[in-house]
């Protein structure tokens, strides 16, 4: 009814909302190592201590916290005890990075670092609940805020004066920046004052709302049921916050070298020689590729474990032969279990008494693709081991990655979903689906994830899914849905998955070239442009719509298009060490400028463009017949990837950019490797090739990351971390490299190294001179290069 004229219908109003009770005055509290339990007139509050720059405080009405946690969090807190002192109106509670100001009469929490900046300060409606079990903490908000994170939401990247709703829902139409809720939800966002930042992660599955927009100078974060339950995390940095996020709810475990690659889908391929003609056709156009993706026609009435024989006929051999050819297959699997009393898993849900179900014992059935179907009650841990070990139908067939969708979960009917009414057993702790919707994908994604990994004796399982909370970055991939062939989804994908990154999601990426309505070849080249540098590159379009292969607009599109997918390929050594970096810190390989350089208001609500690492910029155009666009170059000296021109920074410059060209800048100062294009990303590179862009007076480095890219052995140390040092005197240019970690050996011959702007000097190579017949100057391009063989 939202999207008919209903919705403005004159006797449409609004319930009032139902009075909030305060929480009241302290009456009582006591120590108990890391926790501080308070008593107040009307609820229970317990603080406790993770490390000394995170604090978890929890609110019930009604008893004292449980203290339990959803799934989200993996963390055990560590040894802090803090201080408590007991004024006469106030309590303090102090770590060595936070100070807590806990006001008496009545209760009111105020969080400070440890030179007393002000974090998080409650304003006089502090903490409050509702007779309906809504829980809501209001907070005051300052002029110089800026809030980021919130998972996947649509809009630009500040989300200052805006307000979200967490609800995962199925959104085919419209993504549009009042569409709120969409797939996933991650409670969580990270403010930035003045530079510096703290963040906050409200740990509460129940639909909940955020809002940065009703009050000028005040906002809050609620939730329809459950504890206020938040952590505050000190920063200072945007990164120290995304280190101690993911702290909290785990670090992305480095994905498969091929879920790096290139990716085709489409809705659907719907036979095996429509996916072997698709194989071949990415071989003979040399376009390189690493999976393809078979959506739902690839099952036999769209039953989950099984193929239709017609139309896939042998999936085993087609599986091999396909990853011999270096390409993988990734079947989608969604969570609903056809009704069917001759289909084996349905029968084996039902003997078991896997699904989900009412309190009364009634199975819960909704309509999805395979029709009236049931849905696993992931809550449950026998469940999530029996759905995982389920996947050896995959993975004996080759099967390494596993494409989740519809997991909100998605149902065909008014609400979207499954009854908030069904009650999840949830290992004995039963909890109604009002309260776990948002995680039940996150549930499925642990099954599956967990699954897959104990079935490929020691290789990495690919996860990509739809739906998640926070923590899925530990299980899967997200991509953002079901966006559209549209510019402005163009436009919108990049804050949406800048502030994934943000929200701990560092692995994410949309549909390449839009999923519904018609792409057309210029739309399809600037996003290939663009997707080559986002983490998560997958090209995937709708039934019924203009095909989207690289080739399907003709050859002058497919040429950028296959450039671009190329590019992608060079830069892989690069991403890697990214990627690398990223599961041990959270830091996502995909970032706001904001990230870098934090001080600058420039970059605060800077949409149009990010970093990769800390070193690159990448400006997409996001308009079509357009040649040029605006670019924002941060203080210091920036490189131009294509022509090398040198450009200040500290001012936004207007770039040409024909539609062979996406603008690429690399700040001075920095290394940049590239591998070989190769036809796809498990072919070991045979040379690496360093870009080095010299600073005036600084000395450079770069560690290189590199594993076999596909087994847990980088785990086991079995990896190597390369070390360049770069160091420029008058001159002179003296270049150090050593093998920090050697226990993998990779298969490079020989290392090159391209110095630019720099034609003239005297090159030591690990201490050694080199020859002038060794080094090759090139005075079109202004640069030096050598090369040394690689034992
Ligand atoms: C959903 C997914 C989409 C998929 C389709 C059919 O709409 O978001 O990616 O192609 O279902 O499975």
Redesign the pocket.
């Known amino acids: 009814m939202e999207d008919t004229s209903f919705a403005i219908h004159p006797g449409n109003k609004k319930e009032m909302p139902s009075q909030y009770q305060d929480i009241g005055n302290i009456n009582n509290f006591k120590q108990e190592e890391n926790d501080v339990h308070i008593i107040c007139e009307r609820g229970y509050v317990t603080i406790r201590f993770y490390r000394h720059d995170i604090v978890r405080i929890v609110m019930n009405p009604f008893a004292t916290p449980s203290m339990q946690s959803s799934l989200a969090l993996v963390k055990q807190p560590e040894d802090v005890i803090p201080v408590v002192q007991d004024m006469q109106n106030a309590l303090t509670v102090v770590s060595d990075e936070l100070k807590l100001t806990i006001d008496k009469y009545p209760l009111r929490i105020s969080a400070y670092d440890v030179n007393d900046r002000p974090l998080v300060i409650e304003n006089d409606k502090g903490m409050a609940f509702n007779e309906k079990g809504k829980v809501i903490c209001f907070k005051e908000m300052n002029p110089d805020d800026h809030f980021y994170g919130f998972g996947e939401k649509a809009g630009f990247l500040d989300k200052r004066d805006e307000k979200y709703t967490m609800w995962n829902t199925d959104v085919?139409a419209p993504h549009n920046p009042e569409t709120n809720a969409l797939y996933q939800s991650i409670p969580y966002f990270m403010t930035l004052r003045d530079g510096q930042a703290h963040g906050i992660f409200f740990d509460n599955t129940f639909k909940s709302v955020f809002d940065m927009k009703s009050k000028a100078d005040e906002y809050s974060f609620s939730a329809e049921g459950g504890d206020i339950d938040y952590y505050i995390l000190a920063g200072r940095t945007p990164k120290d916050v995304l280190e101690q996020y993911t702290d909290l709810t785990g670090k992305m475990p480095i994905p498969p070298k091929w879920a790096l690659g290139y990716h085709q889908s489409r809705?659907s391929y719907k036979t095996e020689a429509e996916v072997r003609e698709l194989a071949d056709s990415f071989i003979e156009k040399g376009i390189p590729l690493d999976a393809i993706h078979l959506?739902?026609h690839y099952m036999d009435g769209y039953r989950v474990f099984t193929f239709d024989n017609d139309r896939f006929p042998d999936p085993k051999k087609l599986v091999q032969d396909l990853k011999e050819k270096g390409i993988r297959t990734v079947p989608?699997v969604d969570p609903g279990v056809k009704e069917d009393p001759e289909y084996g898993l349905y029968q084996e849900g039902i003997l078991g008494d896997l699904f989900c179900k009412y309190l009364d014992g009634r199975i819960f059935f909704g309509d999805v693709?395979p029709g009236n179907s049931a849905f696993p009650d992931f809550t449950n841990q026998a469940v999530r081991r029996w759905w995982g070990q389920k996947h050896q139908f995959y993975t004996d067939l080759g099967i390494e990655g596993i494409w989740n969708?519809?997991n909100e979960p998605a149902v065909f009917n008014e609400t979207k979903t499954m009854d908030v009414k069904v009650m999840h057993n949830n290992d004995g702790d039963l909890k109604t689906h009002r309260e776990l919707h948002n995680v039940y994908g996150l549930y499925m994604g642990e099954a599956t994830y967990h699954g897959m990994k104990s079935l490929l004796s020691g290789h990495r399982p690919f996860l990509l899914t739809?739906a998640g909370y926070a923590g899925v970055q530990r299980y899967a991939a997200v991509w953002t849905?079901?966006n559209r062939s549209f510019w402005e989804h163009l436009s919108m994908a990049l804050p949406m998955c800048m502030n994934l990154g943000l929200s701990g999601v560092a692995f994410a990426g949309p549909d390449v070239g839009g999923?519904a309505h018609d792409s057309s070849g210029e739309l399809l080249a600037r996003w290939t442009q663009f997707g080559a540098f986002t983490p998560y590159f997958r090209n995937?379009s709708?039934l019924d719509f203009a095909r989207q292969e690289p080739w399907s607009f003709g050859d002058k599109y497919e040429s950028i298009i296959k450039k671009y997918i190329e590019l992608r390929y060079k830069w892989l050594p690069h991403l890697y060490t990214l990627f690398q970096k990223t599961s041990e810190t959270g830091i996502p390989v995909m970032r706001p400028l904001f990230m870098e350089y934090p001080q600058d208001e420039n970059t605060y609500n800077l949409s149009d463009q990010f970093m990769i690492g800390s070193t690159v910029i990448i400006a997409p155009v996001l308009k079509p017949d357009t040649n040029h666009r605006v670019v924002y170059l941060p203080k210091g000296q920036w490189y131009d990837y294509w022509t090398d021109r040198q450009y200040e920074g500290g001012q936004h410059w207007l770039i040409e950019a024909n539609l062979d060209t996406l603008p690429i800048f690399i700040k001075a100062g920095s290394i940049v490797p590239h591998g070989d294009i190769k036809s796809s990303a498990n072919v070991a590179d045979q040379q690496i090739k360093f870009h080095i862009y010299p600073s005036t007076g600084e000395d450079l480095s770069y560690t290189l990351y590199d594993d076999d890219g596909e087994t847990f052995g980088y785990q086991d140390g079995l990896s190597i971390g390369l070390d360049i040092d770069c160091c420029f005197e008058e001159n002179s240019v003296k270049i150090d490299v050593n093998k920090r970690i050697d226990r993998f050996q990779p298969a490079w011959k020989e290392l090159l190294f391209e110095i630019h702007q720099l034609t003239i000097a005297n090159i030591f190579y690990n201490g050694s001179h080199m020859n002038e017949s060794e080094l090759t100057f090139d005075n079109k391009t202004n640069t030096t290069t050598f090369r040394i063989a690689h034992r």
Do not use: N, S
Request: aromatic content about 28%.
């Open positions: 085919y809705y959506d739902i989608i693709w969708d519809m739809r849905g079901d999923f995937h709708a």
